[in-house]
């Protein structure tokens, strides 16, 4: 038998399939094997099996042997893999690797063994003890000891009653050593609560919509707070009742063990989560119980989209929206694509539920393409929370200097006394923003990147964000000598600072990417608040999300307007999206809910929506906008980056990408709302220099992206990076 073999070496060189023969080991279609290379061994996977080969028998080598007995991959998971190849242009090698558990690749981690000692058989207490030595007093006990028990760890029988009696009880014949698989399981601590919860009509509809039509993908478009989750539970119950398995895709890691929560408290072990966030020992577990069938339902970031389930009924992505599901890193690909995509292989269906939904998903659920299904309203009818606008420019202009406006101050106060709980959410980790001399203006930037750098309290150091870059804090400005250094902007950890003065006995949380970095760190913030530790949780984007706490009635909005002025066409759909979000983590239980929104520009339209919580009027004028400044859904934007740590060398590649592109765009202008070249808004990260050509280009036409990136791929050399970005999440 001959083999087709990706393998796992990502330069671009070896992007290429390799043949070997079975060496007379039982191989499968997504076995990973271990196989001759050069002069090395290296780690493949099987993506073909034939009884024939067009080279030469004796240049062809055997593998050296099968990694596991189970194969690690699915037909399905090989072909998945061709898209993704398809559609983000990277080499299969490359694809592969999202395939599986990092670790497993890399052979570090193993299925976890304990060993036990179980009693013979034929076990007899007095005849052993009449066998024995009489003075072997740790012989005795043990034999005793197992007598009473099925099972003892041969650990623990080593340390209690010795190695070497432990060696000749075995030896005599009265026990056996039994290996028996430990199951790694993240999350132990997770309560199970069951609540029996009955479907309010909408609700029910909903699911009837999802279960009926004979559509691929369903939008189910639900304000915050009207019962999503419930209809999700729903649905997983549906599949799993008819044998089928099902993903659940949130947008961040943190929101995973509160979902994991209800699901356990449903379906039991039958849910398994993946993410990044898992010991090794645990992801490896988790992927296998999913791979072995063990575990039927996946849950996990985007990354899950890949969990090795077979026989799939059904997706979920919960809040489809969210910029988490487009990869920032290659491979670049798009999560609702590849959930399609197996949704359609298995005659599954794809659920995307959101309450700001994508502009381009509610445009294919307005057009039919997509099932619609609708809650409008909040369970209970619950109001929506009443969402007062603060104009910081008036507080400025009073002398106020605090990040907290007037009136978000009062009603803070007026929350805490009430015993209720506040989320305080500004999209700024650290201290300050920046560091600025007061003297000479200068901004602290970072030696690698072109970006200046942000001021961390608890490290008493300056990141950079970009590249991770630590370095010491500045006693003077390092241009003019000054001492006179001015922190510009507000961070969270500034804020909590500030709320510390003002409330000194309120006890205050921050969640950010800084203390969220332990194992289960997310976890551990959440169920404090959510457990009523703490009066005041102060946090980024992390926070906006899906999480449900009964007890918070306010949430203050310290800078709406960050995301507004970047000059990304999706900013304002970021905007009232994360508003929104925000916005809805209030009032979700008895007490009605209040918005504090502080904002530099009080009188923009999409705050103003935002406010309403007007969607559809959002979606309307968004849209009008798009086509008529040719924008996606109705272009696809495409950037050629060219990156080189030798600015001139970069320079010199994108001066050739230029011509060549400038030759397919003279040929095919009608195909084009945009040709340009230039240098990339960050011009210099992590030591490389940045240039770019950006294309506005008609949607959907995969053979002018082939042809744009054949161009441009050609310059990609050992100095020059040249990746091609359709629709990316931001052109940074
Ligand atoms: P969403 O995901 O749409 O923001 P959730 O699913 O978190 O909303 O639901 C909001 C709250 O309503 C939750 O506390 C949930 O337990 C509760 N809930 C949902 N459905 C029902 C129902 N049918 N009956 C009673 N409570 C419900
Ligand atoms: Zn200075
Ligand atoms: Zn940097």
New binding site residues.
């Given amino acids: 038998m001959f083999l087709r073999v990706i393998v796992d070496i990502t330069h671009s060189e070896v992007d290429k399939i390799f043949e070997y023969t079975d060496g007379g080991y039982q191989v499968f279609l997504g076995s990973r094997v271990v196989v001759p290379f050069g002069s090395k061994k290296i780690e493949g996977i099987v993506i073909g099996q034939s009884e024939k080969s067009e080279y030469p028998i004796e240049k062809i080598k055997p593998i050296l042997g099968v990694l596991e007995e189970t194969p690690a991959l699915t037909k399905e998971c090989i072909e998945l893999m061709e898209k993704v190849v398809g559609d983000c242009y990277v080499s299969r090698a490359t694809a592969l690797r999202l395939f599986l558990p990092t670790e497993m690749r890399k052979g570090k981690v193993k299925a976890k063994f304990t060993e036990y000692l179980v009693k013979s058989d034929d076990f007899d207490l007095d005849k052993a003890l009449g066998e024995i030595n009489k003075r072997a007093k740790n012989q005795k006990d043990l034999l005793l000891y197992l007598s009473e028990t099925d099972k003892v760890k041969v650990s623990y029988a080593n340390e209690q009653f010795s190695r070497e009696a432990v060696k000749s009880i075995l030896s005599r014949g009265y026990c056996n050593v039994v290996c028996e698989r430990v199951v790694r399981s993240p999350y132990k601590d997770l309560a199970e609560i069951k609540k029996a ?4 009509p909408k ?1 029910q509809l909903a699911v009837s919509k999802i279960k009926n039509t004979d559509k691929l993908v369903t939008l189910l478009y ?9 209809v999700y539970l729903n649905l997983i119950y549906d599949a799993i009742s008819r044998d089928k398995t099902a993903i659940m895709l949130v947008p961040e890691i943190a929101l995973t063990p509160q979902m994991l929560k209800q699901l356990r408290a449903r379906f039991g072990d039958t849910a398994a989560i993946l993410h990044s966030g898992l010991s090794a020992g645990e992801r490896f577990d988790e992927w296998w119980r999913l791979r072995n069938g063990e575990a039927r339902i996946a849950i996990g970031a985007r990354s899950a989209i890949f969990a090795p389930l077979e026989n799939l009924g059904l997706i979920i992505i919960d809040e489809e929206h969210d910029g988490s599901y487009t990869s920032e890193s290659s491979p670049r690909y798009s999560t609702i694509e590849l959930a399609k995509f197996r949704a359609d292989y298995n005659d599954a269906k794809l659920v995307l539920g959101s ?1 700001t939904p994508s502009i381009e998903s509610f445009m294919l659920a307005e057009s039919g393409e997509y099932e619609l299904a609708c ?1 409008p309203d909040r ?2 009818k619950r109001p929506l929370p009443e969402v007062e606008i603060a104009d910081m420019r008036l507080e400025v202009r009073r002398g106020n200097n605090t990040p907290f406006s007037s009136v978000l101050k009062s009603e803070l106060s007026d929350c805490l006394s009430k015993g209720n709980q506040a989320i305080i959410f500004l999209n700024q980790r650290g201290y300050s923003k920046t560091v600025v001399c007061t003297e000479c203006g200068h901004v602290q930037k970072c030696e690698n990147c072109d970006v200046s750098l942000t001021y961390h309290m608890e490290d008493d150091a300056l990141l950079c964000h970009y590249c991770g870059a630590k370095y010491k804090m500045i006693k003077a400005c390092t241009e003019c000598g000054s001492p006179y250094i001015r922190y510009g902007g507000t961070g969270t950890e500034r804020v909590v600072q500030e709320l510390k003065k003002l409330y000194p006995s309120a006890k205050i949380l921050r969640m950010d990417r800084d203390t969220t970095q332990t194992k289960e760190g997310h976890f551990k913030i959440l169920s404090e608040f959510s457990s009523r530790g703490a009066d005041i949780l102060v946090g980024t984007q992390m926070i906006a999300k ?1 999480h ?1 706490f ?1 007890f918070v009635t306010l949430v203050g909005i310290l800078d709406a307007d960050m995301s507004l002025h970047f000059s990304d066409y999706r900013s304002a759909e970021r905007t009232f999206q994360l508003l929104t979000q925000v916005a ?1 983590r209030s009032g ?1 239980a008895e007490e009605s809910g209040k918005v504090v929104l502080q904002t530099y520009s009080p009188e923009n339209p999409v705050l103003m929506q935002a406010v309403k919580y007007d969607y559809e009027d959002f979606y309307k004028r968004e849209l009008s906008v798009r086509k008529a400044t040719g924008f996606p859904p109705f272009t696809d934007i495409v950037r050629v980056l060219i990156k080189s740590a030798d600015d001139e060398v970069a320079l010199n590649a994108t001066k050739s990408i230029y011509t060549e592109l400038d030759a397919l765009y003279k040929a095919n202008r009608e195909k084009f709302r945009f040709f340009g070249c230039m240098k990339a808004p960050l011009k210099r990260l992590q030591n490389m220099f940045r240039y770019q050509v950006l294309m506005r280009v008609t949607a959907s036409d995969k053979p002018l992206l082939d042809q744009i990136f054949s161009r441009s791929d050609k310059y990609r050399t050992r100095t020059v990076s040249v990746t091609m970005e359709i629709n990316p999440n931001n052109l940074t």
Wanted: aromatic share 0%; proline share 4%; net charge neutral.
């Fill in positions: 919860v009955t479907l309010t609700q639900g304000v915050t707070g009207s019962g999503k989750t419930e309450a809650l369970i209970n899906g449900d009964p809805g979700r």
